[in-house]
């Protein structure tokens, strides 16, 4: 029985806060910009095409960035500004699309298999790579292909504001003589093992048996290899603003205790917070809720720019819980939910100005993981 060929789409926005901030101040256009913490101690979250040329990447220190590149514009960034254009794509490609997924911010996925048989799949993407250009004035890229890791692949190498289509016979040629840098999930611990074996490119690590690179990496290994030849069964997941975090608490008793009640939302919010973290994952919309001793039932919520940091996210849920609770009657139930989530954790703390935050994130997840959610907390919490 004939299986139709997969026909995936990956869309990029190009060096998106770059762009966003252009659009707000035309005088950046053609000129070495760089995003992030002002100090020397920042670090870069974002760079235009034209500071790259000097050698400037993300997530390099401030201080080095303004060495290679003198001449750079930096410009500490604004979350909120580049999460409402993040929004505007995505409403853009939910009007358009059969079925997408928003990978992070500035990155989604489509499913478009069987477009050809009613209007041309290339042609079909390139007007939506139009519409989003002239509806937001962001420059955007695109790959075309038959699964997410060759059309990222292709998005790449299309860049900047360019389009690639990759057929499924087209597939190894292109990738083959592609470093292996290029390969989605090679880590600097990944790509240092294999060129210390002569690996050099993605044609040379196809041919690697697949038995050897689960000896020398374990699962990662098998996965790589996969990627290497092409192969990446993983679906579109569909984007539902509904896709979320929450926990809820039902009390003993019900209570008026207000100082209790604003303990229990940190302690979910801290606890739901580190599951955004492990899992890699970003929200944008935190609810709180509670419902009274009658048993009505009300929430607020906000929509926030895109985080995943406790520090931020304990203080708007605890501004909705005040908004929220009016009536002064006993509560039953209080419940924290975050919303609108997407992948990413790299942008978080790059624009601040000093890495001690992260830091103190960094360090307290590495106990979680190691001794269990509970081992550190918040004051606060306890």
Known sequence: MYKEERCIVHFDLDSFFVSVERLQNSKLDGKPVIIGGLSDRGVVASCSYEARKFGVHSAMPMKMARTLCGDAIIIRGDMDLYSRFSRMVTEIIAEKSPLFEKASIDEHYIDITGMDRFFGSYRWTRELRHSITKETGLPISFGLSVNKTVSKMATNEAKPDGEMQVSGQQVIPFLSPLPIRKIPMIGRKSYQLLRSMGISTVGILSRIPPEMMESLMGKNGIAIWKKANGI??????????????????????????????????????????????KKQKLTSCVTIKIRYTNFDT????????????????????????????????LIRLVGVRFSGLV?????????????????????????????GKTAVKRAIGL
């Not at 205790?257 to 973290?277: G, M, N």
């Not at 919520?301 to 406790?310: A, G, L, R, V």
């Not at 360090?363 to 993981?369: G, P, Q």
């Open 232 to 277: 990446d069964p993983s679906p579109v997941q569909p984007y539902l603003e509904r896709k979320s975090l929450g926990s809820e608490t039902t009390f003993e008793s019900d209570t008026i205790d207000i100082p209790e009640i604003r303990r229990i939302i940190t302690y979910k919010v801290e606890k739901l917070a580190f599951e955004l973290r």
């Open 298 to 329: 009300h929430t607020q919520q906000k929509h926030i720019p895109y985080t995943s940091f406790d520090h931020i996210l304990i203080k708007t849920s605890l501004e909705l819980f005040e908004k929220l609770y009016q009536r002064r009657m």
């Open 343 to 371: 992948g990413g954790m790299q942008q978080l703390n790059m624009f601040e100005d000093t890495p001690e935050m992260t830091s103190l994130y960094q360090a307290m997840d590495k106990i979680r993981l190691r001794y």
